[in-house]
């Protein structure tokens, strides 16, 4: 074989494809896993399927099914719906709030319902009105009691004051009389000369 044919061969050889390196296909990101959309507690009591824009499913979780169970005891399916639907959304969860409670009122009172809870309150109201009254009457009689008590010290502070005010002056009159002695054996000693009874009594 001659020099031209060897390198026909190599020519041959690198120009055939198992020569070439193989490339792998691209590697694709991993799908997320799709969301699992649980129907609210509403659409489970009521066996319906539940659409992503339901309009109970906000106030209604999954979680609490006690809530639309009440409500709908009362109020029924269709007039939560419909009341949801004519109110504006920043006042839908009051309504939801108002609408279970007055619905626990009402099983627990069929005759008065929320009514008669309001009366309730309203009578704890009254009762708390009359005892803050009767304090406060309580508390002025007190603060009078108190001046009262302050004037009556103060007149007898002040007379015992003045009784301070005179008690020295007769004390000094009686010390300048002649009749006064130093002690017991002064006055004996004036008895048995006889000097206190050369003054007469009367004058």
């Not at 005010?165 to 000369?193: G, R, V």
């Amino acid at each position: 074989m001659d020099s031209s044919d060897t390198t026909t061969g190599f020519r041959h050889l690198s120009s055939s494809p198992t020569s070439s390196p193989i490339s792998s296909p691209p590697l694709l990101p991993p799908t997320p896993p799709a969301a699992i959309h649980s129907p609210c507690a509403a659409c489970k009591i009521l066996r319906r399927r539940c659409a992503d824009k339901c309009v109970l499913a906000p106030y209604f979780p999954p979680t609490e099914p006690l809530k639309f169970t009440t409500a709908h005891r009362v109020f029924g399916a269709s007039n939560i719906i419909k009341l949801l639907q004519e109110l504006p959304a920043s006042q839908r969860a009051d309504a939801v709030s108002s609408m279970v409670y007055e619905a626990n009122a009402r099983i627990r009172d069929p005759v008065y319902g929320c009514a008669g809870a309001i009366f309730q309150l309203q009578k704890q109201v009254s009762e708390l009105q009359a005892q803050l009254a009767r304090a406060h009457a309580e508390l002025i009689n007190l603060q009078a009691q108190q001046k009262n008590l302050i004037a009556l010290i103060c007149m007898e502070m002040a007379q015992t004051q003045q009784g301070y005010c005179t008690t020295p002056q007769s004390t000094n009159a009686l010390a300048d009389s002649p009749y006064m002695y130093q002690n017991d054996a002064d006055f004996l000693d004036e008895i048995s000369h006889g000097s206190v009874w050369d003054e007469p009594l009367w004058i």
